[in-house]
Protein backbone atom coordinates (compact mmCIF):
# COMPACT_ATOMS: atom_id res chain seq x y z
CA UNK A 1 0.00 0.00 0.00
CA UNK A 2 1.54 3.84 -0.87
CA UNK A 3 2.18 5.62 1.75
CA UNK A 4 -0.16 8.36 2.49
CA UNK A 5 0.25 12.15 3.10
CA UNK A 6 -1.48 11.45 6.74
CA UNK A 7 0.59 8.65 7.26
CA UNK A 8 0.21 7.50 11.65
CA UNK A 9 3.31 7.90 13.25
CA UNK A 10 4.34 5.01 14.94
CA UNK A 11 5.42 5.52 18.75
CA UNK A 12 6.91 7.83 20.40
CA UNK A 13 8.62 10.83 18.48
CA UNK A 14 12.79 9.85 18.20
CA UNK A 15 13.64 13.94 18.67
CA UNK A 16 16.82 15.19 19.52
CA UNK A 17 19.38 12.86 21.65
CA UNK A 18 22.83 14.34 22.18
CA UNK A 19 25.78 11.78 22.65
CA UNK A 20 28.37 13.22 24.80
CA UNK A 21 30.89 11.45 26.18
CA UNK A 22 30.78 11.92 30.06
CA UNK A 23 27.77 12.61 32.36
CA UNK A 24 29.31 15.94 33.40
CA UNK A 25 28.77 16.71 29.42
CA UNK A 26 25.17 15.27 29.30
CA UNK A 27 24.21 16.89 32.45
CA UNK A 28 25.65 20.84 30.97
CA UNK A 29 23.91 19.87 27.94
CA UNK A 30 21.20 19.19 29.64
CA UNK A 31 21.02 22.47 31.62
CA UNK A 32 21.50 24.23 28.60
CA UNK A 33 18.67 22.67 26.67
CA UNK A 34 16.44 23.14 29.37
CA UNK A 35 17.44 27.04 29.18
CA UNK A 36 16.88 27.13 25.39
CA UNK A 37 13.91 25.49 25.35
CA UNK A 38 12.41 27.69 28.12
CA UNK A 39 13.12 30.83 26.51
CA UNK A 40 11.22 29.20 23.15
CA UNK A 41 8.14 28.34 25.39
CA UNK A 42 8.94 24.96 25.33
CA UNK A 43 8.80 23.45 29.45
CA UNK A 44 10.50 20.43 30.59
CA UNK A 45 9.10 19.79 33.33
CA UNK A 46 6.81 16.75 34.61
CA UNK A 47 4.00 18.89 32.62
CA UNK A 48 5.76 20.20 30.24
CA UNK A 49 5.42 19.99 26.21
CA UNK A 50 8.96 18.20 25.99
CA UNK A 51 10.22 14.87 27.62
CA UNK A 52 13.85 14.83 28.66
CA UNK A 53 15.56 11.03 29.66
CA UNK A 54 18.70 10.24 30.12
CA UNK A 55 20.76 6.92 29.80
CA UNK A 56 24.32 5.70 30.57
CA UNK A 57 25.53 6.96 26.97
CA UNK A 58 22.83 9.89 25.37
CA UNK A 59 20.71 12.54 26.82
CA UNK A 60 17.39 12.60 24.83
CA UNK A 61 14.99 15.34 24.34
CA UNK A 62 11.43 15.14 22.26
CA UNK A 63 8.21 16.23 21.76
CA UNK A 64 5.55 14.60 24.63
CA UNK A 65 3.00 12.06 22.65
CA UNK A 66 0.29 14.04 23.08
CA UNK A 67 1.90 17.84 21.94
CA UNK A 68 3.07 15.71 18.82
CA UNK A 69 -0.55 14.55 17.85
CA UNK A 70 -2.49 17.70 18.83
CA UNK A 71 0.04 20.17 17.54
CA UNK A 72 0.94 17.98 14.00
CA UNK A 73 -1.47 15.25 13.64
CA UNK A 74 0.13 12.03 11.52
CA UNK A 75 3.46 13.86 12.10
CA UNK A 76 2.46 16.39 9.61
CA UNK A 77 4.03 19.64 10.53
CA UNK A 78 2.85 21.73 7.31
CA UNK A 79 0.11 22.86 9.53
CA UNK A 80 2.37 23.32 13.02
CA UNK A 81 2.76 27.12 12.59
CA UNK A 82 -1.18 27.69 12.33
CA UNK A 83 -1.99 25.29 14.93
CA UNK A 84 0.70 27.34 17.42
CA UNK A 85 0.22 30.86 15.77
CA UNK A 86 3.65 31.05 14.92
CA UNK A 87 4.71 33.79 12.01
CA UNK A 88 7.72 31.96 9.85
CA UNK A 89 8.87 35.53 9.18
CA UNK A 90 9.24 36.04 12.85
CA UNK A 91 12.96 34.89 13.46
CA UNK A 92 11.55 33.68 16.71
CA UNK A 93 8.92 32.08 15.85
CA UNK A 94 11.17 30.77 13.03
CA UNK A 95 13.41 29.23 15.93
CA UNK A 96 10.38 27.74 17.48
CA UNK A 97 9.20 25.93 14.91
CA UNK A 98 12.84 24.35 13.96
CA UNK A 99 13.56 23.26 17.20
CA UNK A 100 9.83 21.64 17.64
CA UNK A 101 9.95 20.07 14.18
CA UNK A 102 13.31 18.53 15.27
CA UNK A 103 11.99 17.50 18.31
CA UNK A 104 9.26 15.36 17.22
CA UNK A 105 11.01 14.07 14.60
CA UNK A 106 10.44 9.77 14.00
CA UNK A 107 14.29 9.66 12.94
CA UNK A 108 16.86 10.68 15.88
CA UNK A 109 18.84 13.89 15.17
CA UNK A 110 22.13 13.10 17.13
CA UNK A 111 24.42 15.91 18.38
CA UNK A 112 27.79 15.60 20.22
CA UNK A 113 26.72 18.43 22.74
CA UNK A 114 24.42 21.41 22.69
CA UNK A 115 26.56 23.94 21.04
CA UNK A 116 26.39 21.53 17.69
CA UNK A 117 22.60 21.47 18.37
CA UNK A 118 22.39 24.90 18.50
CA UNK A 119 24.81 25.19 14.87
CA UNK A 120 21.96 23.69 13.24
CA UNK A 121 19.09 25.61 14.36
CA UNK A 122 21.29 28.59 13.37
CA UNK A 123 21.69 26.50 9.36
CA UNK A 124 17.97 26.60 9.44
CA UNK A 125 17.24 29.24 10.00
CA UNK A 126 20.47 30.99 7.70
CA UNK A 127 19.14 28.35 4.63
CA UNK A 128 15.32 29.93 5.30
CA UNK A 129 16.80 33.47 5.04
CA UNK A 130 19.12 32.97 1.76
CA UNK A 131 15.86 31.20 0.13
CA UNK A 132 13.67 33.94 0.91
CA UNK A 133 15.99 36.42 -0.71
CA UNK A 134 16.82 34.30 -3.93
CA UNK A 135 15.34 35.13 -6.77
CA UNK A 136 17.16 33.22 -10.06
CA UNK A 137 15.91 33.07 -13.93
CA UNK A 138 15.33 29.32 -14.32
CA UNK A 139 17.53 27.56 -17.23
CA UNK A 140 19.38 24.12 -16.66
CA UNK A 141 21.73 24.76 -19.17
CA UNK A 142 23.02 27.91 -18.70
CA UNK A 143 26.55 28.92 -17.63
CA UNK A 144 26.46 32.58 -15.90
CA UNK A 145 27.46 34.51 -12.50
CA UNK A 146 28.75 37.14 -11.79
CA UNK A 147 32.05 37.73 -13.59
CA UNK A 148 33.74 40.31 -11.36
CA UNK A 149 34.09 37.17 -8.43
CA UNK A 150 33.52 34.87 -10.28
CA UNK A 151 35.21 32.59 -13.37
CA UNK A 152 33.53 29.06 -15.23
CA UNK A 153 36.32 26.69 -16.46
CA UNK A 154 34.83 23.24 -18.08
CA UNK A 155 37.11 21.33 -15.73
CA UNK A 156 36.71 22.98 -12.43
CA UNK A 157 32.98 24.65 -13.20
CA UNK A 158 32.35 28.15 -11.45
CA UNK A 159 35.16 28.79 -8.98
CA UNK A 160 35.38 31.79 -7.18
CA UNK A 161 38.02 34.25 -8.05
CA UNK A 162 41.26 34.95 -5.98
CA UNK A 163 40.92 37.72 -3.33
CA UNK A 164 37.16 37.29 -3.74
CA UNK A 165 34.80 36.43 -0.44
CA UNK A 166 32.75 33.16 -0.74
CA UNK A 167 29.87 34.62 1.45
CA UNK A 168 29.71 37.63 -0.46
CA UNK A 169 30.13 35.59 -4.20
CA UNK A 170 27.41 33.45 -2.74
CA UNK A 171 24.89 36.58 -2.22
CA UNK A 172 25.65 37.88 -5.61
CA UNK A 173 25.21 35.32 -7.40
CA UNK A 174 21.66 34.30 -6.11
CA UNK A 175 20.41 37.73 -4.57
CA UNK A 176 19.19 40.49 -6.99
CA UNK A 177 19.24 42.95 -4.28
CA UNK A 178 22.96 42.76 -3.58
CA UNK A 179 24.03 43.15 -7.69
CA UNK A 180 20.41 44.42 -9.08
CA UNK A 181 20.40 41.25 -11.49
CA UNK A 182 18.85 37.78 -11.72
CA UNK A 183 21.73 34.83 -12.73
CA UNK A 184 20.34 31.80 -14.26
CA UNK A 185 20.53 28.43 -12.32
CA UNK A 186 18.73 25.15 -12.29
CA UNK A 187 16.55 24.43 -8.58
CA UNK A 188 19.65 22.12 -7.77
CA UNK A 189 22.45 24.16 -8.00
CA UNK A 190 20.04 27.14 -6.58
CA UNK A 191 19.43 24.78 -3.29
CA UNK A 192 23.24 23.82 -3.26
CA UNK A 193 24.43 27.56 -3.11
CA UNK A 194 21.74 28.97 -0.60
CA UNK A 195 22.74 25.58 1.25
CA UNK A 196 26.55 26.62 1.15
CA UNK A 197 26.07 30.22 1.87
CA UNK A 198 24.23 29.04 5.38
CA UNK A 199 26.98 26.37 5.65
CA UNK A 200 30.01 29.64 5.34
CA UNK A 201 27.94 31.96 7.84
CA UNK A 202 27.66 29.19 10.66
CA UNK A 203 31.23 28.32 10.01
CA UNK A 204 32.65 32.27 9.80
CA UNK A 205 31.00 32.22 14.11
CA UNK A 206 32.01 28.63 14.74
CA UNK A 207 34.43 27.40 13.22
CA UNK A 208 36.71 30.05 10.95
CA UNK A 209 39.20 27.21 10.21
CA UNK A 210 36.03 25.16 8.28
CA UNK A 211 35.06 28.34 6.57
CA UNK A 212 38.62 28.94 5.13
CA UNK A 213 39.19 25.11 3.90
CA UNK A 214 35.79 25.82 2.42
CA UNK A 215 36.47 28.71 0.64
CA UNK A 216 40.34 27.58 -0.51
CA UNK A 217 38.23 24.54 -2.34
CA UNK A 218 35.67 27.27 -3.83
CA UNK A 219 38.77 28.89 -5.71
CA UNK A 220 40.46 26.12 -6.76
CA UNK A 221 36.85 23.97 -8.09
CA UNK A 222 33.61 23.60 -7.61
CA UNK A 223 31.73 21.10 -5.89
CA UNK A 224 28.52 20.09 -6.72
CA UNK A 225 25.89 17.08 -7.56
CA UNK A 226 26.26 14.11 -5.70
CA UNK A 227 29.73 15.12 -4.06
CA UNK A 228 27.94 17.98 -2.46
CA UNK A 229 25.78 15.92 -0.68
CA UNK A 230 28.38 13.50 0.16
CA UNK A 231 30.93 16.60 1.52
CA UNK A 232 27.96 19.06 3.09
CA UNK A 233 24.87 17.32 3.46
CA UNK A 234 23.26 14.65 5.94
CA UNK A 235 20.38 12.46 4.38
CA UNK A 236 17.79 11.23 6.96
CA UNK A 237 14.61 8.87 6.02
CA UNK A 238 15.37 6.28 3.50
CA UNK A 239 12.77 4.24 0.90
CA UNK A 240 12.83 1.22 3.31
CA UNK A 241 12.35 3.63 6.05
CA UNK A 242 10.22 6.65 4.60
CA UNK A 243 9.61 9.51 6.75
CA UNK A 244 6.25 10.41 7.00
CA UNK A 245 5.43 12.55 4.03
CA UNK A 246 4.08 15.36 5.54
CA UNK A 247 7.25 15.72 8.05
CA UNK A 248 9.08 18.83 6.82
CA UNK A 249 11.24 20.84 9.35
CA UNK A 250 11.94 24.22 7.69
CA UNK A 251 15.77 24.82 6.60
CA UNK A 252 14.85 21.09 5.00
CA UNK A 253 16.65 20.14 1.39
CA UNK A 254 13.40 18.48 -0.39
CA UNK A 255 13.24 16.56 -3.61
CA UNK A 256 9.98 16.32 -5.44
CA UNK A 257 10.14 13.82 -7.99
CA UNK A 258 8.25 13.95 -11.09
CA UNK A 259 6.68 10.55 -11.96
CA UNK A 260 5.68 11.42 -15.57
CA UNK A 261 7.88 9.30 -17.78
CA UNK A 262 7.87 11.31 -21.09
CA UNK A 263 7.97 14.98 -19.53
CA UNK A 264 11.03 13.62 -17.11
CA UNK A 265 13.16 13.23 -19.96
CA UNK A 266 12.94 17.10 -20.51
CA UNK A 267 15.93 18.32 -19.07
CA UNK A 268 15.91 20.29 -15.49
CA UNK A 269 12.16 18.61 -15.33
CA UNK A 270 13.57 15.15 -13.86
CA UNK A 271 11.80 16.80 -10.48
CA UNK A 272 12.14 19.85 -8.48
CA UNK A 273 14.73 20.53 -5.42
CA UNK A 274 12.81 22.99 -3.00
CA UNK A 275 13.70 24.38 0.38
CA UNK A 276 10.94 23.90 2.79
CA UNK A 277 10.60 27.75 4.73
CA UNK A 278 8.45 27.41 7.62
CA UNK A 279 4.42 27.65 7.34
CA UNK A 280 3.60 25.05 4.74
CA UNK A 281 5.56 27.16 2.51
CA UNK A 282 8.25 25.88 -0.12
CA UNK A 283 10.79 28.57 -1.34
CA UNK A 284 10.13 29.48 -5.36
CA UNK A 285 13.81 30.26 -6.16
CA UNK A 286 12.18 32.51 -9.61
CA UNK A 287 9.52 34.51 -7.87
CA UNK A 288 10.41 34.19 -4.20
CA UNK A 289 7.16 36.54 -3.61
CA UNK A 290 5.24 33.56 -4.14
CA UNK A 291 6.11 30.16 -2.12
CA UNK A 292 4.48 26.95 -3.16
CA UNK A 293 1.96 25.10 -1.08
CA UNK A 294 2.39 21.44 -1.29
CA UNK A 295 -0.66 21.44 -2.97
CA UNK A 296 0.86 24.30 -5.45
CA UNK A 297 4.30 22.36 -6.04
CA UNK A 298 1.75 19.09 -6.70
CA UNK A 299 -0.24 20.52 -9.18
CA UNK A 300 2.82 22.08 -11.29
CA UNK A 301 4.62 19.26 -11.24
CA UNK A 302 1.47 17.08 -12.80
CA UNK A 303 0.66 19.69 -15.29
CA UNK A 304 4.39 19.32 -16.70
CA UNK A 305 2.87 16.37 -18.34
CA UNK A 306 0.37 19.05 -20.38
CA UNK A 307 3.16 21.64 -21.42
CA UNK A 308 5.69 19.56 -23.13
CA UNK A 309 6.95 21.25 -26.40
CA UNK A 310 9.65 21.25 -29.31
CA UNK A 311 11.90 24.78 -29.57
CA UNK A 312 12.76 25.78 -32.94
CA UNK A 313 16.32 24.03 -32.18
CA UNK A 314 14.12 20.89 -32.32
CA UNK A 315 14.79 20.15 -28.26
CA UNK A 316 12.01 19.32 -25.75
CA UNK A 317 10.85 21.69 -23.29
CA UNK A 318 8.63 23.05 -21.28
CA UNK A 319 6.08 25.24 -21.34
CA UNK A 320 6.11 27.30 -18.30
CA UNK A 321 2.98 29.61 -19.15
CA UNK A 322 0.80 26.35 -20.10
CA UNK A 323 1.64 25.15 -16.88
CA UNK A 324 0.89 28.22 -15.16
CA UNK A 325 -2.60 28.19 -17.10
CA UNK A 326 -3.10 24.58 -16.54
CA UNK A 327 -2.74 24.86 -12.35
CA UNK A 328 -4.82 27.99 -12.31
CA UNK A 329 -7.56 26.31 -13.83
CA UNK A 330 -7.40 23.06 -11.34
CA UNK A 331 -7.31 25.45 -8.70
CA UNK A 332 -10.55 26.64 -9.85
CA UNK A 333 -12.17 22.90 -10.20
CA UNK A 334 -12.00 21.18 -6.64
CA UNK A 335 -12.64 18.21 -8.12
CA UNK A 336 -9.73 18.32 -10.55
CA UNK A 337 -7.78 19.03 -7.96
CA UNK A 338 -8.27 16.62 -5.28
CA UNK A 339 -7.89 14.06 -8.05
CA UNK A 340 -4.46 15.15 -8.62
CA UNK A 341 -3.14 15.40 -5.19
CA UNK A 342 -4.70 11.85 -4.51
CA UNK A 343 -2.24 10.81 -7.68
CA UNK A 344 0.76 13.26 -6.75
CA UNK A 345 0.62 13.28 -2.71
CA UNK A 346 1.90 9.74 -2.30
CA UNK A 347 5.77 8.57 -1.77
CA UNK A 348 7.86 8.41 -5.10
CA UNK A 349 8.47 5.07 -6.87
CA UNK A 350 11.97 4.21 -7.58
CA UNK A 351 14.22 5.97 -9.70
CA UNK A 352 13.84 4.61 -13.32
CA UNK A 353 10.07 3.36 -12.13
CA UNK A 354 7.36 5.36 -13.71
CA UNK A 355 3.98 3.43 -13.62
CA UNK A 356 3.24 3.47 -9.41
CA UNK A 357 4.02 6.11 -7.09
CA UNK A 358 3.61 10.34 -6.78
CA UNK A 359 6.47 12.97 -6.52
CA UNK A 360 6.82 12.74 -2.38
CA UNK A 361 9.84 11.64 -1.62
CA UNK A 362 10.89 9.76 1.49
CA UNK A 363 13.91 11.49 2.91
CA UNK A 364 15.07 15.32 3.76
CA UNK A 365 18.81 16.31 3.77
CA UNK A 366 20.12 18.97 6.17
CA UNK A 367 23.72 20.34 7.14
CA UNK A 368 26.64 17.93 8.43
CA UNK A 369 27.82 18.83 12.12
CA UNK A 370 30.20 22.21 11.53
CA UNK A 371 32.01 22.95 15.14
CA UNK A 372 35.87 22.19 15.57
CA UNK A 373 35.39 19.13 18.08
CA UNK A 374 32.96 17.42 16.32
CA UNK A 375 32.55 18.35 12.27
CA UNK A 376 31.69 16.31 9.91
CA UNK A 377 32.24 18.11 7.01
CA UNK A 378 35.33 16.46 5.74
CA UNK A 379 36.56 19.26 2.93
CA UNK A 380 38.23 17.56 -0.31
CA UNK A 381 41.95 18.62 0.07
CA UNK A 382 42.98 18.35 -3.72
Known sequence: MEQRLHSRLQGPPAGVRFLAQSVHARTEAGIRLREWLAARNLDTGTRGSVDLSASSTALRARLRCGETRAWAPGCNTLGLSRTLGLEPSSPADLQREIAIGLLMSPVAFDFPDFDEFESAVRIRMLTVEATRRTVLDFAPDAVERPEDCWQYDARTGFTVRAGHNLIDALRKATQPEVTGRRYAFSCYRATEYVMLLAIAQEAAQSNPSLLMRIQALAHRRAVQSREFHEVYLREYGSLRYPLPLGYFVPGDRVWFRNPDAASAQVEGY??????????????????????????????????????????????LRIDEDEVERRVTDSLTDPAQTHLILERMQRARAPRGVFD???????????????????????VPAE
Do not use: M
Not at 285 to 308: G, M, Y
Not at 357 to 378: F, N, Y
Open 356 to 378: RGGCLDATRECARWIRPTSCGIA
Open 270 to 315: EGSWVIYLGGGQFGNFWQSDRPFTLAHKCLEIFHWRNAVCTDADGK
